[in-house]
C-alpha cells in the first residue's frame, strides 16, 4: 500500500499548524487515514517551562539543540509505527526549517516518501496578530504580555538564523497560507496522496462566515453616496436583529470596515460574544466615490453627468474621479479577506461590510459575472452565511426580520 510522510517546514508563526490540521482533515474526510505529529505538543510534555525560554532555540546552544532532535526522532519513531501499522499519510508538524534537519528526516524515514510542505506567510499585520496569539498559549501564563511577546520574537530571530530554503529535498510544495497558492513544487508523483494534498492547499476554505450589511444610516434615507454617517434608529433596530440573529452561535471573529456604521452596527453582537476578537480592516472600507462622496445621487446625475453615464455604460470599471471603481476593490477587499480567514482560523466569523463590499466579497466567494458584480442586492435586514471546503458548500440568505418596524 502506498503511504506518505508529510513534513511540515517554515518560521514559527506562519499558520504551519493551521495548514498541517487542515491538510490532516481534508484528507480524512477523503476516508485517507491521517495524523498529525506535533513537534510542539511533544516538547511542552517533555521539556516543560524550559523549553518556552527563547535560549532552548539558540543555535549556539547545545542543549536545547540535543533536545529538540531529541523531540524530532522520537516523533519520526512514533509516525513510522503508526504508518507501519494502519496509518496512511503521518504529517510531522514542525519548524524544520534547515537543510540539515530535512536531511536528517528523509535519511531516518526512507521507507516511504517524504513530502515537504512548506508554508510561507510574511504578510506583517498577520505575523503581528499571529505573534500576539502565541503570547497568549498556556505555556507562556506565568510571563506578562510585553514578556511573552519579546521571548517569543527572539525565538523568531534564532530560527530565522537557521532557516534554509527548500531546494535538494526531493519532494516539496511552498504553499502561500494566506492565498490558498502553491508557489514552487517539486511533486512527488509516485504519490496517489499529492493531488490530494494539493487540491486541499489550494482549495478555499471558509469556516462559518455571516456577511452582513451595515445598518441603515440618513445617508441611505437621503440616497447620499459614502461618508461617515451614523446609523438611523431603523439602521439600530437592524443591527439588534443581526445580533438576535447570531445569538448563540459559537462567533470567535468580527471584522468590520473603519467606518463608523460598521462599528455601530457590529456592536451589538459583540456584547452578545464578549469573547470574540473584533478588528477594523481599512480593506473593507466602502467604495471611495472620489470628488462624489458625500453627495446625493440626484445631484451626481445633475451636476456631473459624465459619471452617471460612464457608471451606466459599464459600473464595474468605471473609476470615480480622485476615487475606486469596482475592479479596484477587488484587490484590496480580496487582502482583507485573505486577512480576515487566515485569523480566523476556520472559527466562526462575522464581517459587517458596505454595500459595494459585500458585492465583491460576494464574488471573491462565489464566482460571479464581472458586469453583474456592481448590481448584486445587498439588503440591510439579511445577511448572507457561507461555508466552503473541498467537501461542504452552504450558501444562504439569511432574513433578520424588524417586526413592527420595517
Ligand atoms: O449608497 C450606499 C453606498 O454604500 C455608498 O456609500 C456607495 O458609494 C454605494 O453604496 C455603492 O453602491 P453603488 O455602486 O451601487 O452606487
Given amino acids: 500500500m502506498q503511504k506518505l510522510y508529510v513534513a511540515m517546514v517554515g518560521l514559527p508563526a506562519r499558520g504551519k499548524s493551521t495548514l498541517a490540521k487542515r491538510i490532516c482533515d481534508g484528507l480524512k474526510a477523503e476516508g485517507i487515514n491521517a495524523r498529525l505529529f506535533n513537534n510542539g505538543d511533544m516538547r511542552r510534555a517533555l521539556m516543560g517551562a524550559e523549553s518556552t525560554k527563547p535560549d532552548f532555540y539558540d543555535p549556539t546552544n547545545s542543549f536545547g539543540r540535543e533536545a529538540r532532535e531529541l523531540i524530532n526522532r522520537r516523533n519520526m519513531e512514533q509516525a513510522r509505527e503508526w504508518l507501519i501499522h494502519n496509518g496512511e499519510v503521518a504529517i510531522l508538524d514542525a519548524t524544520n526549517v534547515s537543510r540539515a534537519r530535512r536531511k536528517k528526516i528523509e535519511e531516518t524515514l526512507t521507507d516511504y516518501p517524504v513530502l515537504f510542505v512548506q508554508c510561507v506567510n510574511e504578510d506583517p499585520l498577520l505575523l503581528n496578530a499571529c505573534i500576539r496569539r502565541k503570547a497568549t498559549l498556556p505555556e507562556y501564563a506565568s510571563y506578562t504580555e510585553e514578556e511573552a511577546l519579546e521571548s517569543f520574537r527572539q525565538r523568531i530571530v534564532h530560527y530565522e538564523a537557521e532557516y534554509e530554503p527548500l531546494s535538494d529535498e526531493k519532494y516539496w510544495m511552498c504553499v502561500d497560507a494566506t492565498a490558498n497558492r502553491v508557489l514552487e513544487e517539486r511533486p512527488c508523483e509516485s504519490s496517489p496522496y499529492y493531488p490530494a494534498i494539493r487540491e486541499i492547499v489550494v482549495s478555499m476554505w471558509v469556516p462559518d462566515l455571516y456577511l452582513a450589511r451595515h445598518g441603515q444610516t440618513e445617508f441611505n434615507v437621503q440616497g447620499r453616496v459614502g461618508g461617515d454617517p451614523p446609523l438611523t434608529a431603523k439602521g439600530r433596530a437592524q443591527a439588534q436583529a443581526l445580533a438576535a440573529h447570531l445569538r448563540g452561535k459559537p462567533i470567535a471573529w468580527v471584522f468590520t470596515s473603519t467606518r463608523f456604521r460598521s462599528h455601530e452596527t457590529a456592536a451589538p453582537l459583540l456584547a452578545d460574544h464578549p469573547g470574540a476578537h473584533v478588528m477594523a480592516l481599512k480593506e473593507f472600507d466602502e467604495i471611495n466615490a472620489g470628488?462624489?462622496?458625500?453627495?446625493?445621487?440626484?445631484?451626481?446625475?445633475?451636476?456631473?453627468?459624465?459619471?452617471?453615464?460612464?457608471?451606466?455604460?459599464?459600473?464595474?470599471?468605471?473609476?470615480?474621479?480622485?476615487?475606486?471603481s469596482y475592479a479596484m476593490l477587488r484587490e484590496r477587499v480580496q487582502r482583507g479577506l485573505r486577512r480576515a480567514l487566515f485569523l480566523a482560523d476556520n472559527a466562526p466569523t462575522v464581517i459587517v461590510g458596505h454595500?459595494?463590499?459585500?458585492?465583491?466579497?460576494?464574488?471573491?466567494?462565489?464566482?460571479?459575472?464581472?458586469?453583474d458584480v456592481p448590481y448584486i442586492h445587498i439588503p440591510q435586514n439579511q445577511c448572507y452565511h457561507i461555508s466552503l471546503s473541498p467537501r461542504r458548500k452552504i450558501f444562504m440568505r439569511e432574513p433578520y426580520p424588524l417586526d413592527g418596524i420595517q
Fill in 291 to 324: 470628488i462624489c462622496e458625500n453627495m446625493l445621487y440626484s445631484e451626481i446625475r445633475e451636476r456631473m453627468p459624465e459619471v452617471t453615464a460612464g457608471r451606466n455604460a459599464n459600473k464595474y470599471a468605471y473609476v470615480y474621479p480622485e476615487g475606486e
Fill in 355 to 371: 454595500q459595494a463590499i459585500n458585492r465583491v466579497l460576494l464574488s471573491l466567494l462565489v464566482r460571479q459575472r464581472t458586469e
